[in-house]
């Protein structure tokens, strides 16, 4: 009766290790799975915010290249600044 009563006891703490290591490995798997979605969002959030500065920056470049460009044609044309005739 004993032998039967270890080797019950044995498949008990079996399957209770089993379930355990079930467990541990889901929690793994839903701890990696949250990091990789926080880490998407990050990468995410951080090219929004950059393709924002970079098209801001294009912008000012290119009002800084009409300001320029209009400058030039003023002078050429002898046209003051303020697009007054001089009447």
């Known amino acids: 009766m004993k032998p ?3 080797m ?3 498949i008990a703490a079996l ?3 089993q379930a ?3 467990q541990s490995v889901q929690n793994q798997f839903n701890q990696t799975e949250a990091s ?3 880490t ?3 990468i995410e959030n951080a090219t929004e915010v950059s393709t924002r500065a970079a098209a801001n920056e294009i912008d000012a470049q290119a009002n800084s290249i009409s300001n320029r460009v209009d400058a030039v044609e003023r002078a050429a044309t002898g ?3 303020n697009g007054n005739s001089g009447k």
């Open 40 to 42: 998407a969002e990050t």
């Open 15 to 17: 399957a209770a290790c």
């Open 4 to 6: 039967r009563l270890v």
């Open 8 to 10: 019950l006891a044995a």
């Open 20 to 22: 355990k290591t079930q």
């Open 36 to 38: 990789i979605r926080n």
């Open 79 to 81: 046209r003051p600044a």
